[in-house]
Structure formats: structure tokens, C-alpha cells
């Protein structure tokens, strides 16, 4: 069977999820322009290094250039973003990620948007940074997580 080109009927999701559930995994596409792609490929490598890999590909097909708001088009299981959103490779990296968990929570046919599920979201981002610190060598990215939860923890006290 092959993955279905577009995820928006019940039938296309369930088929969707059993592919990936049966070990189907996407081939990740970056369009958009050379500086993007490599902005795009400096964050697969963090992802890759904290062990997501495997679960961005099943989830996601495609990461693209745009002019816009980055947004998950779940229909797509692809990722519209900009440029500005993939400048920090380790912001970039978690919410790439992040989006990947929205997509695999779509899926599964659980809320993944509002309230509710931009909390659960942050969560799991919050729970790939301290993940990709973990097991990451390099110093200066691991302070950049440290860096980045601690905000994380500050906005979430407010």
C-alpha cells in the first residue's frame, strides 16, 4: 500500500497511521532555497544526535520554505516555515520536532491544537531539549539548551 497523497478523510488517517505503525517512513523532503536547506539540515542533525529521527520521518514528509507564519499542514504532514524560524539550529531542531509530535498526535486522532494541545506541545518540546542536552557533546549546544529551557520555564511560570 502506499501512503495517501493527502491525510484529511477518516479512512486517509487510519491508513496513514497503520503504515506507520507497520514501520513505513517517509522520505523528508527540504524545499525551498539552498541557505534553507542547510538551515533545515543543521537541525535534522540535532535531531538525529537526541534520537527523534526516525519519529520526524514517520511523522513528517516534507519541511518547506515560506514567506509566511510557520504551520504544520496536517493534511500535507508537512511543515511550512520560514527562514527566521530555522536561524538557531536548536530552536529550530525542537520545533521541528514539535511539530512532528502535532502531526503524529493528528494521526492518532487526538486534539493536538488550542489550549490544550499547544501546552502538551511545549511540553514535548521542552522534553526534546532536555533530551538533545543530554546527549549531545558539544558545549556550546548544550548550553543553548540549557539556555532555551530556561526561558522555557520562566514564560511557563508567568
Keep these: 500500500m502506499e501512503f495517501p497523497e493527502k491525510i484529511y478523510t477518516h479512512e486517509e488517517i487510519r491508513l496513514a497511521r497503520s503504515l506507520i505503525e507497520g514501520g513505513y517512513r517517509h522520505r523528508l523532503r527540504i524545499v525551498g532555497s539552498k541557505a534553507f536547506k542547510e538551515m533545515v539540515r543543521e537541525a535534522l542533525k540535532l535531531i538525529k544526535r537526541a534520537g527523534y529521527y526516525d519519529f520526524v ?7 518547506k520554505e515560506i514567506d509566511g ?3 504544520l499542514r496536517e493534511a500535507e504532514a508537512t511543515l511550512w516555515t520560514n527562514t527566521y524560524a530555522m536561524r538557531d539550529p536548536v530552536d529550530a531542531a525542537s520545533f521541528i520536532f514539535q511539530k512532528a509530535w502535532q ?4 494521526l492518532m486522532e487526538r486534539r493536538h491544537y488550542g489550549h490544550i494541545g499547544e ?13 538533545l542536552r543530554d546527549r549531545v557533546r558539544d558545549p556550546e549546544v548544550r548550553a543553548e539548551c540549557e539556555r532555551k ?3 522555557w520555564d520562566e514564560s511557563m511560570l508567568l
Design 57 to 63: 520521518r514517520a511523522n513528517l514528509r516534507m519541511i
Design 69 to 71: 507564519f510557520s504551520q
Design 103 to 106: 502531526m503524529s498526535e493528528y
Design 119 to 131: 501546552t502538551l506541545a511545549i511540553n514535548m518540546r521542552v522534553r526534546f531539549l532536555k533530551r
Design 149 to 151: 529551557l530556561r526561558l
